[in-house]
T-cell receptor, first 113, second 111 residues
Framework: DVKVTQSSRYLVKRTGEKVFLECVQD?????MFWYRQDPGLGLRLIYF???????EKGDIPEGYSVSREKKERFSLILESASTNQTSMYLC????????????FGEGSRLTVL | SQQGEEDPQALSIQEGENATMNCSYK?????LQWYRQNSGRGLVHLIL?????REKHSGRLRVTLDTSKKSSSLLITASRAADTASYFC???????????FGTGTRLLVSP
């Protein structure tokens, strides 16, 4: 069974803290994505990665960075968390040769106080 | 940039009834996908329809695509309480597909 695992389901952090959200997939997928989901705004793309060590900005990259050192792992980093980054974060992966279907993790709900 | 917009935003029906959700988008697409999200969980892929297809079926799901109107619909027949979820459309362009999601339709199916 294919799986995308996000390291934390719930996190509470303080303003200014550095936050790491980890995502691991076991499907040998080339493409990986980070979205954030907010009520009324749907899913918005933060960053994506074509392949190992490759990364591209999505629609809302400000305040975020990413790391893809290994094919199976894609990390989202909030260098200095702010209250407006309180959100649900969703990681997804996709095969480069696939149909375009995304496989999602369960999500990480981050609260920044 | 939001591409798809679902309509209605919320839908409440009884078990056994059909549920229809619509999605409109703005630019040319290569394919359109529908996803389902249970409360507080990740999204699950339901069905993909390519731009050269007009209709597709999968179990109780029927998807239509009208590229001239830039719209799609998802029909769930004989709904069940377990179908209660949010449903999102997502569009993919040619080349590397950064799927762009709509804002979703919340479906409530009452027993």
């Amino acid at each position: 069974d294919v799986k995308v695992t996000q390291s934390s389901r719930y996190l509470v952090k303080r303003t200014g803290e550095k936050v790491f959200l980890e995502c691991v997939q076991d499907m040998d997928h080339e493409n990986m994505f980070w979205y954030r989901q907010d009520p009324g705004l749907g899913l918005r793309l933060i960053y994506f990665s074509y392949d190992v060590k490759m990364k591209e900005k999505g629609d809302i990259p400000e305040g975020y960075s990413v790391s893809r050192e290994k094919k199976e792992r894609f990390s989202l980093i909030l260098e200095s968390a702010s209250t407006n980054q309180t959100s649900m974060y969703l990681c997804a992966s996709r095969s480069h040769q696939g149909t375009g279907e995304l496989f999602f993790g369960e999500g990480s709900r981050l609260t920044v106080l | 940039s939001q591409q798809g917009e679902e309509d209605p935003q919320a839908l409440s029906i009884q078990e056994g009834e059909n549920a229809t959700m619509n999605c409109s988008y703005k630019t040319s697409i290569n394919n359109l996908q529908w996803y389902r999200q249970n409360s507080g969980r990740g999204l699950v892929h339901l069905i993909l329809i390519r731009s050269n297809e007009r209709e597709k079926h999968s179990g109780r799901l029927r998807v239509t695509l009208d590229t001239s109107k830039k719209s799609s619909s998802l029909l769930i027949t004989a709904s069940r309480a377990a179908d209660t979820a949010s449903y999102f459309c997502a569009t993919g362009n040619t080349g590397f597909q950064k799927l762009v999601f709509g804002t979703g339709t919340r479906l409530l199916v009452s027993p």
